[in-house]
């Protein structure tokens, strides 16, 4: 490859646009391309996808140039890149651009394994380039609506329900990849502590891999956390609740409502109010984050480390197989007891 790489000059100086590129023009790709292309100081250069009918889709949907391969886009020059291909491309796109200098936000899961999560954060350490993982769940408002309210609170349990239908294209992964490393990277953060016990319990219901998953977990600090995640539920939900000792926080991620119950009597009374939340697009407060990081040189928001760590556990959780879900009827009466 003959290339320009990166646009360089990323965290000097004046505020001057950052050249940014998209990796990926699919579900995903598309709108890092439409968020990125309405950020002030932001020049989006472009979108490599190989298919030319998601390039026209982007060509069309966002205005920009799309390219057919990373050279293209190389040659152009940029100073960071999301990378939304699909994940088992991220090892080798993450370090064909760490090799040019180039800053990374690579969607989640950072990485199909967890030694090629940890290649990619060996090699953007040692390029010094910004690597930031894709953990948009953490820019909801609602969700940092729920980090503020237990900040300084002595957490105790928390329960994440994260359910809904089928997706219409079916990905080489099940529900704990796709969806429980989310709540995942949420148990972490908010218990600002490592998950050291894993208790999956996992199942197959219409899938080859498991569509149901009841993930128990036990931190380092000692919260419990309890992950509900299937794609049998015919609407999307996305639930928190966290107990701590002086409340109890609820809170939809769907309609970005927080509640949180407080001054616990001992004749069981207590008061209730809903909490401030803001309404910012996720996705838009994430990438604002990661050239944020690009600029200034500072830790990004979800680290690349933070990024392996999530991952870890949900390759945990898949060690024990998925069974085939209870589709027949109890054969036979329930034994009694005595
Ligand atoms: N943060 C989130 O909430 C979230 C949600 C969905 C998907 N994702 C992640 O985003 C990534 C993409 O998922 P998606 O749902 O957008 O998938 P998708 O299949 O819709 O899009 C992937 C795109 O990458 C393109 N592609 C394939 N090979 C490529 C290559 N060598 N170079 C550039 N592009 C290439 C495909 O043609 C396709 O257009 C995955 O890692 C997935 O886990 C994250």
């Known amino acids: ?16 646009a950052l050249r940014v590129g998209v990796i990926g023009a699919g579900v995903m790709g598309s709108n890092h391309a439409r968020v990125l292309a309405g950020l002030p100081d ?5 979108i490599v996808d190989p298919l030319p009918e998601h390039r026209s889709r982007a060509i069309e949907l966002v205005g920009c140039r799309a390219f057919a391969d990373l050279d293209e886009l190389f040659t152009e020059g940029v100073d960071a890149v999301t990378i939304a291909a699909p994940t088992h491309l991220h090892h080798e796109i993450a370090l064909a651009c760490i090799t ?19 290649d990619i954060v060996a090699a953007a350490r040692s ?6 993982v894709g953990h948009v769940e953490r820019f909801n408002p609602a969700v940092a609506a729920i980090k503020q309210a237990i900040s300084g609170e002595d957490i105790l349990s928390i329960g994440i329900t994260r359910v809904g239908p089928f997706p219409p294209r079916m990905s080489n992964v099940g529900v704990v990849i796709d969806l429980a490393v989310h709540d995942i990277d949420l148990i972490r953060w908010f218990t600002e502590s ?14 080859e891999r498991e569509d149901i998953a009841l993930l128990q977990f036990r931190t380092a600090s000692g919260v419990l956390a309890h992950i509900n995640t299937n794609w049998l539920t015919p609407f999307k939900a996305r639930n928190v609740t966290v107990a701590t000792r002086g409340k109890y926080v609820m809170g939809d991620l769907l309609t970005r409502q927080v509640t949180e119950c407080f001054g616990f009597k001992p004749d069981g009374s207590y008061s209730m109010r809903h909490l401030p939340v803001g309404h910012d697009e996720p996705l838009r407060a994430e990438l604002i984050a990661f050239l944020e990081s690009v ?7 979800v680290s690349g480390d933070e990024g392996v760590a999530s991952l870890e556990i949900a390759i945990r959780c898949l060690e024990s197989p ?3 879900a209870a589709s ?3 054969k036979g009466p329930r034994r009694i007891a005595g």
Not at 100 to 118: C, D, F, S, Y
Not at 195 to 203: C, G, K, N, T, Y
Not at 296 to 301: E, F, I, L, N, Q
């Open 1 to 16: 490859m003959s290339l320009k790489g990166s646009a360089s000059g990323a965290s000097a100086g004046a505020r001057h």
């Open 42 to 46: 932001v020049t989006l250069v472009g």
């Open 100 to 118: 040019r200098n180039i800053h990374i936000l690579v969607e989640k899961p950072i990485a199909p394994t967890v030694q090629e999560g940890r």
């Open 127 to 132: 390029a010094g380039v910004t690597l930031m």
């Open 194 to 207: 490592d998950i050291v016990e894993v208790q999956p319990q996992l199942s197959s219901a219409i899938a």
């Open 295 to 301: 600029r200034t040189g500072s830790v990004p928001a």
């Open 322 to 324: 998925a069974r085939p």
């Open 328 to 330: 027949t009827a109890r």
